[in-house]
């Protein structure tokens, strides 16, 4: 496995509107079923209208404390980081990290189960990509209610009927 921190982070680029998302478990926290979580995102890009050339790694609190140093000085692992190359309203490009092991520490902190932090996770960085902030508490209220708005359109997602997504 290579070290996630090695190089420069970066998502493959390709011309026209097609979406390339692009998932990747580099952790062995928790077993992730990466395929529904590769269909949810792409469900989610469409319903807020996006294209998008998205790189998300899945990764350990090992890893990830490489990341948080290199990219932004911070000690320690860290639930999710974003790396914007360029979005722009209608198509995002960027990657993100996600640690699992924070998922299932927030978890249990929170009352919810460690996939749905993961989801909340995937949406937190989508929202980056978007533009959202979350640095001063009234623009942290104002992401955080959106993405609340879209944890809670997954989790009815996930309660349909599979044949029907």
Known sequence: MSDPAAATPSAPTVPGGATVLLLRNRQKD???DVRALRRLT???LEAMGLQAELGVQFVSPKAMARVNWRFLQHEGSTDVITFDYGSTA???HGECFICVADAVTQAEAF?????DEVVRYVIHAILHLRGYDDLKPDL???MKREEN???RWATRRARR???ER
């Open 42 to 44: 792409l469900d989610l």
């Open 30 to 32: 928790r077993p992730l």
């Open 161 to 163: 009927d599979p044949a």
């Open 140 to 142: 942290r209220r104002i």
């Open 149 to 151: 708005r879209w944890v």
């Open 90 to 92: 209608e198509r995002l």
């Open 111 to 115: 009352g919810t189960t460690w996939s």
